[in-house]
């Protein structure tokens, strides 16, 4: 099994939903990185999606597209985030997720960062805007490197849709709650038709992110998903708390969330 499952196994045992957190890599800063998990995992998340910071990240929102800036201009990039994710390993067993676009695999090489991420203690990747049938000599070398090749769904992919996502998808299902970028909102109508059918169609586990903030979002899901994913909330506390404060505020933010699941 691997870390991913395992996670997903012992949570369904434990009738409990994980907690998922998006951080982006080198915000605050590439050396607080590493710690600033560790005060995550002290919080209650169960899994990272570490952000590989880029110019242009279409699919993210303001907070998330300002962590990216703070992050490459400290310098940061995939191979320092891949640095990153190697010492973030050496400190928690936590599953890692990258999360990226194609254009930063595709300049460092696809195969060079599958094997990189790998070697790193990377578990899986998002590519957030390349679907698995666009650009296949990007997808293969993560599968064959062993990675997690993790999906995203949203309330408006089509049916036909759903048996190419999901032949194509491993580790997780990521079902974007709404339609727009990251951050928050209210989640579309239909989602929990969506929910439903994903559970009829895969034994893959079920993530729901974008707009989740609160404990009353994260109890919204009980019963419909398997995880919830914070991102945008938890950024912009970061931000807010500075460098120094940072990993105190984000634990406790997230331990508010973590009794939700």
Same mark, same amino acid.
């Given at each position: ?24 890599? +080198? ?15 002290? +919080? ?6 570490? +952000?590989?910071?880029? /110019?242009?990240?279409?699919?993210? #929102? ?10 490459? /201009? ?37 195969e060079r960062f599958a094997s ?60 974007? /709650? ?14 929990? @038709? ?16 974008? +707009?989740? @903030? ?8 009980? #019963? ?33 969330l973590s009794e939700a699941c």
């Open positions: 099994m691997t870390r991913i499952s395992r996670l997903f196994a012992t949570l369904k045992q434990n009738h409990q939903k994980g907690l998922i957190a998006y951080l982006t890599a +080198g915000d605050p800063t590439p050396e607080r990185t590493p710690a600033l998990v560790e005060a995550l995992e002290r +919080g209650g998340a169960d899994l990272i999606e570490l +952000g590989v910071p880029f /110019s242009d990240p279409i699919a993210d #929102g303001p907070v998330i597209q300002k962590s990216s800036q703070v992050a490459l /201009s400290h310098g940061a990039h995939v191979g320092s985030a891949l640095e990153m994710a190697r010492a973030i390993r050496a400190r928690v067993d936590l599953p890692i997720v990258a999360m990226t676009y194609a254009n930063p695999i595709l300049r460092f090489g696809a990189e991420a790998a070697a790193s203690g990377v578990d899986g990747v998002i590519i957030t805007d390349t679907p698995p049938e666009e650009l296949p000599g990007m997808w293969a070398p993560l599968r064959a490197a062993g990675l997690a090749t993790i999906l995203l769904v949203t309330p408006l992919t089509r049916a036909d849709r759903f048996e190419r996502i999901l032949r194509d998808a491993s580790g997780y299902v990521y079902v974007v /709650s709404r339609t727009g970028v990251t951050g928050a909102g209210e989640a579309a109508r239909g989602l929990d @038709e969506l929910l439903l059918d994903l559970k009829t169609r895969t034994r893959l586990p079920v993530a729901v992110g974008f +707009g989740i @903030e609160t404990p009353k979002h994260v109890r919204a899901y009980r #019963g419909k998903a398997d995880g919830v994913v914070v991102g945008s909330a938890l950024v912009r506390r970061v931000d807010e708390a500075g460098p120094a404060s940072a990993p105190a505020v984000a634990a406790a933010f997230l331990k508010s």
